[in-house]
């Protein structure tokens, strides 16, 4: 029963990081902040481990001469395995162990009955939906029992979750700031995943990156350029970058700052029709065309509740939207405005949830958890995030166009175009830079004038 409830808190979660309820709050609601849970995890002991890891690799059932013989195989597999899980979940947790060939792994093993209690949770979720459907009928949140029958086979097929990792690695090669830890395929099966072990402090953890001399304001701005090549060029999203899942850190070799991206279970793959239409409405967002705003919210389903998505996606006020959301940042009062009417929104959100693409609906989630760690981190809306975005819109459009194009003489016109469009968003960032040079040297210069004595 408690892993029910459980499984029903994180997708209420996600509901609620969705709806705006408490954005830029770095305190959601975390499942692994339960007591019970805390506590139910630590009794877990190396017998237990060893037998769950052994009936997943081997499906050997426990107490079997077979078992007997293959936990000397384990042994003999690992020179250490840590008892103490490094991090734990409601369907996994991860261990460090040390191979015999001296290679270090993070080894994360399924906890055991999770593949059978998963359609049992998942029945209990739509019971309790319908319940609370009956007792409020304007709240819609059929869509996370949907979402829920989807994505959760997928989250329990830990071959998928390495098969997730080669391939953002691959598409995401060219960032040298970034690392997924390698998959070891020879020791991995549904429910235990082996990987390289990557160290490093949380992405969110600011203590720690100045005690290691890391630029917080880069790490933000390579989190933003990952994340938009994700979403709007590649249309392949990791979903679930949480702090415990987006490390930091120095790179061995040369020194240089490095985000490492862990827990490839749960990706959301969007449709071209959908990533192109989300890249001209948030290019009309950045450069505040409203018009074009209320056009590709209506074609991403939002309809007559156009302004409150364009406020969900930006977690700004419709106010600033108008204004522009690139112009302006986001105040405190605009932060106590937008929480507080948030919930007398209520039905509506609900309304406009259950109405857009389903793609929208791990896009919101991930939204919400990559500005939780902007806001802990001090560096949310910044401009050079809105012109990153910019130029991964512009690249993913003109690729299309060229794409869908047999003219020689067009495919010139979009790529001269789009060169001189980027060159503009170089241009203005360039002009953002001088400015912010200018406005430091000029308090220096005050502050020598006004205390000579401190020079």
Known sequence: MARKALKLASWTSMALAASGIYLYSNKHLDPNDFGAVRVGRAVATTAVISYDYLTSLRSVPYGSEEYVQLRSKIQDLFVSFEDTPLGAASLAQVHKAVLRDGRTVAVKVQHPKVQAQSSKDILLMEVLVLAVKQLFPEFEFMWLVDEAKKNLP????????????????????????????????????KRVLLMEFVDGGQ?????????????????????????????????????DPHPGNVLVRKRPDTGRPEIVLLDHGLYQVLTDEFRLDYCRLWQSLIWTDMKRVKTYSERLGAGDLYPLFACMLTARSWDSVNRGISRAPVTTT?????????????????QLLNRVPRQMLLIFKTNDLLRGI????????????????????????????????CSFFRRTQISCSEAFTLWQISLHELILHVKGFRLAHWVFALLGWLFPALH
């Open 334 to 350: 605009e932060d106590s405005e937008i929480r507080s009417n948030a919930a007398n929104y209520l039905p509506q959100i609900s």
């Open 203 to 239: 992405v969110n953890d600011r203590d720690y990156m100045e005690k290691n001399g890391i630029d917080v304001n880069e790490i933000s701005r390579h989190l933003g350029k990952m994340y938009s090549e994700m979403i709007f060029v590649n249309g392949f999203v990791h979903c």
């Open 374 to 405: 902007e806001a802990a981190l001090g560096t949310r809306a910044s401009a050079s995030s809105f012109l990153s975005m910019s130029r991964c819109c512009v690249r993913a459009l003109a690729w299309h166009e060229r794409r869908n194009t």
């Open 154 to 189: 997928l989250e329990l097929d830990f071959l998928n979750e390495g098969r997730n990792a080669e391939k953002v690695a691959r598409m995401l090669k060219h960032f040298d700031f970034l690392k997924v830890p390698r998959i070891y395929w020879e020791l991995s099966t």
